[in-house]
């Protein structure tokens, strides 16, 4: 078996990502901020700023990320942070800890939207920490300058445990984007 290397991270063929979907997960990287607004039927609705930071290092086949949220009035709202881990198999794969110590693995793909660079959208795969959840949905859109989300989730605190709208958030870009991937980064 062949063994390479991304930086000090080794792979080999059955765990190295696809070049493509790195390519485009990177343009993610730098700080974000903006406002949303969280919505549910167990819950008053409120409004939130939020700074997201994606980091990509060449080292590492993936981006760290830390999202932080500050409600209306002033007080922590949320935390969480993780990777997004693009698969060989064109599967992206999010892993990520939150404040109240709910952890989740979310899995989906990289889509092409009209108007937009790529839409990211993943469904949970594994909820830990917190009974009330049975699914989450995430779908984040990269519009240029502009980041946008919507979360879902589905719990039992509902009638119906469906997926329900949850958050939505516009973000825009504070830092310069990455250069393109040199060629030999991924030799």
């Not at 901020?33 to 409120?46: L, N």
């Not at 590492?60 to 935390?79: C, D, I, K, M, S």
């Not at 892993?95 to 952890?103: C, F, K, P, T």
């Not at 990211?120 to 009330?132: A, K, P, Q, W």
Request: aromatic content about 8%; glycine content about 8%; overall charge negative.
């Amino acid at each position: 078996m062949t063994i390479g290397r991304v930086g000090s991270t080794r792979w080999s063929p059955d765990t190295k990502p696809r070049d493509a979907d790195l390519r485009r997960l990177r343009r993610l990287h730098g700080r974000w901020e903006g406002s949303g607004s969280g919505h549910y039927p167990t819950i008053e609705s409120f409004a939130y700023e939020e700074v997201l930071t994606f980091e990509y290092d060449p080292r590492y086949p993936f981006l760290r990320y830390e999202q932080q949220t500050v409600l209306g009035n002033g007080e922590a709202g949320h935390w969480e942070a993780g990777v997004i881990r693009p698969l060989p198999c064109g599967t992206v794969e999010v892993s990520n800890a939150q404040d109240g110590g709910r952890v989740e693995v979310l899995s989906g793909r990289l889509q092409d939207v009209d108007d937009a660079e790529f839409a990211l959208v993943l469904e949970s795969v594994h909820l830990g920490h917190d009974d009330r959840l049975v699914s989450t949905a995430r779908k984040f859109t990269l519009r240029g300058s502009e980041l946008s989300y919507a979360v879902e989730m589905a719990t039992k605190t509902t009638p119906e445990p469906i997926l329900q709208r949850h958050l939505t958030a516009k973000l825009l870009r504070q830092t310069a984007p990455l250069d393109p991937i040199p060629s030999d980064e991924f030799a």
